[in-house]
């Protein structure tokens, strides 16, 4: 994420890479690494080595099972298609988002100052999906639809006592979807972490694992939001603990299922 305005703006920025090479593990989360023993992963069928990083610090790194790496490809696969205004599919699932989120008023264009309404930073929301990516629409839409209390609850900011300078749920939900990228490390040939590694698992179980943390960390960053008091001016702390938070509960040794989480309990149907 980028900060603008010293800190009361803010874009998800990835760029979307179009056949991106991935026969070397250059991709690595700066942020600090959790820390556990390795003889839990073994467990969950996880093979984990450490590998030698940059100014030879220690990383684990960690052997694929051919249904991870097949889960993993897929998923890359998702993670490389830009938004493109152009192309029907796209603009359809941006017309079903609009309709999930305000059913009961007609959307006019798909550019138009109705999107404002929804927390894009203007009448064009291809503007910002540029930050996520096509897959950041596919979130926000598979939330609308599987979680629709959930969603309409952040989307009209109807729980808790509220800022008044509230963020954008939209703009939110595209930096959600990056913040996940980074921290699982979605973008190396193989995980280069321990959470990145106990998702891959979760994702080899649940191909729809990818969608369903997104709109469990969306709930969760609104409890961090309601219980820090935050206003505009704090999105980024709120984001950076609401990290913190989802990484200490992948890391639990009972999670099997996305669904143990504790988290997991914040959403409703």
Known sequence: MEDRGGGGSFVAVRRISHGLDRTNNTY?????????????????????????GREGESRPSFDLTPAQEHCLQRLQNRLDIAY??????HQEALRALWKASFPEEELHD??????KEMGWQGKDPSTDFRGGGFISLENLLYFARNFPKSFQDLLRK???????????????????TFMLIQMLDLEAVKPQSFVGATFLKLLSENESAFDLLYCITFKLMDQQWLDMHASYMDFNAVMKSTRRQLERELLQDDITRLEELPSYSLLSR
């Open 28 to 52: 690595h989360s700066n942020s600090a690494e959790v820390t556990a023993s390795s003889a839990a992963w073994l467990g969950r069928g996880l093979s984990c080595v450490c590998v030698q």
């Open 84 to 89: 493109d205004s152009s192309i029907p599919r």
């Open 110 to 115: 798909l550019i138009s100052e109705q999107w």
């Open 158 to 176: 109807r729980e808790g006592v509220r800022s008044m300078w509230e963020y954008p749920f939209a703009v939110a939900g595209v930096n959600i």
